[in-house]
């Protein structure tokens, strides 16, 4: 059971715009900042996301994020079938002294 | 451009060791803090262990901690994990990854390295 909360799935049709959440504690997203990652089928996880809504270089700007207390959100915009993923959100607790993920949020673009 | 290589997974039995590696190009190798981070079949992601690159320190995810070492040689430019006292539950994909502790993300990542714990 992680200490980050993610919802196991999302769905979306082609052109929407849908938002993952993670949600933690002060602890840790309360106090941190918070990192996303993207995990095609089959493939190793690649950061989009640091910093709560820094993008890496390269990554479109469709993917945007943002936090709010000790909460934190992926959102994508104009989806596309490529964006089927695993999406993780991580971050740093300072109870733990150790780097959580959340568990995971499967989107599925209908 | 950053590329990290894993090997070294394989099949061993319960109690058993292992060790993988983790070889770097396209940065100063000794100028990152490394991490590994593991995916067990059909889950999500765990983090293992971190070496930092400023004071040698390491720390260990309490899951593997005594059983696991972490170690680093800059000149090779390689990360390795050294695995002892394997347990079932240890059975996943190791990921090598580059750690930015300051952000506490890791940036660029491995294509992973299976180990498989089982009888």
């Known amino acids: 059971q992680s200490v980050v909360t993610q919802p196991p799935s999302a769905s979306g049709t082609p052109g929407q715009r849908v938002t993952i959440s993670c949600s933690g504690s002060?602890?840790?997203?309360?106090?941190?900042?918070v990192n996303w990652y993207q995990q095609l089928p089959g493939t190793a996880p690649k950061l989009l996301i640091y910093?709560?809504?820094q993008r890496l270089s390269g990554v479109p700007d469709r993917f945007s994020g943002s936090k709010s207390d000790t909460s934190a959100s992926l959102a994508i915009s104009g989806l596309q079938s490529e964006d089927e993923a695993d999406y993780y959100c991580?971050?740093?607790?300072?109870?733990?002294?150790?780097?959580?993920f959340g568990g995971g949020t499967k989107l599925t673009v209908l | 451009q950053v590329q990290l290589v894993e090997s070294g997974g394989g099949l061993v039995k319960p109690g058993g060791s292992l060790r993988v590696s983790c070889t770097a190009s396209?940065?100063?190798?000794?100028?990152?803090?490394m991490s590994w981070v593991r995916q067990a079949p059909g889950k999500g992601l765990e983090w293992v262990s971190s070496?930092?690159?400023?004071?040698?320190?390491?720390n260990y995810a309490d899951s593997v901690k005594g059983r696991f070492t972490l170690s680093r040689d800059n000149a090779q430019k390689s990360l390795f994990l050294q695995m002892n006292s394997l347990r079932a539950e240890d059975t996943a994909v190791y990921y090598c990854?580059?750690?930015?502790?300051?952000?506490?993300?890791?940036?660029?990542w491995g294509q992973g390295t299976l180990v498989t714990v089982s009888s």
């Open positions: 990854a580059r750690f930015i502790y300051s952000y506490a993300t890791f940036d660029f």
């Open positions: 396209g940065f100063i190798f000794s100028d990152y803090d």
């Open positions: 070496f930092s690159s400023s004071d040698s320190y390491t």
């Open positions: 002060n602890s840790n997203i309360g106090r941190n900042s």
């Open positions: 910093s709560n809504n």
């Open positions: 991580s971050t740093w607790d300072d109870s733990l002294n150790e780097v959580v």
